[in-house]
């Protein structure tokens, strides 16, 4: 019943920006960390950048100084603001948030279906 829609994926010149959003929606008790990964072909899914429910962040060293990540608890929301972009971040990126929907069960990760993030030189 949880389910991640993102949104504000595109085309965008080197140097430009792009902010990435991501709501979640359905049975959600509490939220607990949120990240946004991204997958180039031909590469493997890796770990952009995380924030944890207090704030907490993380980011992949590439993208250290360029992106920030961001969340609003009141809305289950993440968002990634991307400036400064680069060729090599063309990816498709993926909102990934861990999830408890009942207080008594675990938590689990769930995925929002990826964006397209395209950068042209």
């Known amino acids: 019943q949880v389910q991640l829609v993102e949104s504000g994926g595109g085309l965008v010149q080197a140097g430009g920006s792009l902010r990435l959003s991501c709501a979640a929606s359905g049975r959600i008790f509490r939220i607990n960390a949120m990240g946004w990964y991204r997958q180039a072909p031909g590469k493997q899914r890796e770990l952009v950048a995380t924030i944890t429910s207090g704030g907490n962040t993380n980011y992949v060293d590439s993208v250290k100084g360029r992106f920030t990540i961001s969340r609003d608890n009141a809305r289950n929301t993440v968002s990634l603001q991307m400036n400064s972009l680069k060729p090599e971040d063309t990816a498709v990126y993926y909102c990934?948030?861990?999830?408890?929907?009942?207080?008594?069960?675990?938590?689990?990760?769930?995925w929002g279906q990826g964006t397209q993030v395209t950068v042209s030189s």
């Open positions: 990934n948030a861990n999830i408890r929907t009942y207080y008594t069960s675990p938590s689990s990760d769930y």
